[in-house]
């Protein structure tokens, strides 16, 4: 286990940047020899190989919400489309996103507090854009809106979006993102509800 630099990395995966051959592709392989030794890349396209060394540190421990399936007690699957709108059309100057999941109208909406004043986004649970609602107790919660927005770069990408709640208020977001040869991969995000709003 180690930590690297995600810039770093970035910036050593973009060298061939938007420069590639039409018919070549890259390849990448990685290697680390172990503790105190830096991950190592080499990027090979058209026969020339570039080696990057980015020196690992070490890691903290990593943040276990302990999100557990059996503790879900609120789930809905929208297409990433009406999420990406509801954004689109809600206050961003809010500090907090509210959702809501409910047994009865308005079952799933989300809600901004901004300098325009309040605004909410809802969702019949017949709604074409929702794949699925599943909702077996009523419950409201604040995220603070800086902790959500670094996940709106999955949410770009994806097709769909999985929201979960458990029983404590804390929400996964599980982006669907397929890549262009077809490969599905999963991206999980995660958030504690705003206790300072809780208590107001």
Excluded: W
């Amino acid at each position: 286990l180690f930590l690297i630099n995600l810039t770093v990395l970035l910036d050593c995966l973009s060298i061939f940047g938007g420069s590639t051959v039409p018919g070549t592709s890259t390849a990448l392989r990685l290697c680390y020899k172990g503790y105190g030794h830096p991950l190592t890349l080499f990027l090979e396209e058209g026969g020339v190989v570039t080696v990057c060394k980015i020196n690992t540190q070490e890691p903290e421990e990593p943040i276990d919400f302990e999100f557990c399936s059996s503790n879900v007690t609120n789930k809905v699957i929208l297409l990433s489309e009406s999420l990406k709108e509801a954004f689109s059309e809600l206050d961003m100057t809010s500090e907090v996103l509210q959702i809501t999941m409910s047994l009865s109208q308005p079952y799933f909406r989300l809600s901004t507090f901004g300098n325009a004043g309040s605004a909410h986004y809802d969702y019949p649970k017949d709604s074409d854009m929702m794949e699925l609602f599943h909702c077996t107790t009523t419950q409201t919660n604040k995220y603070k809106m800086s902790l959500l927005k670094p996940s709106t770069k999955a949410l770009a990408l994806s097709s769909k979006v999985s929201v979960r709640t458990d029983s404590r208020g804390v929400l996964s977001l599980q982006y669907l993102v397929r890549n262009d040869d077809g490969q599905i991969c999963f991206v999980d995000y995660y958030c504690c509800p705003d206790e300072e709003a809780d208590d107001e």
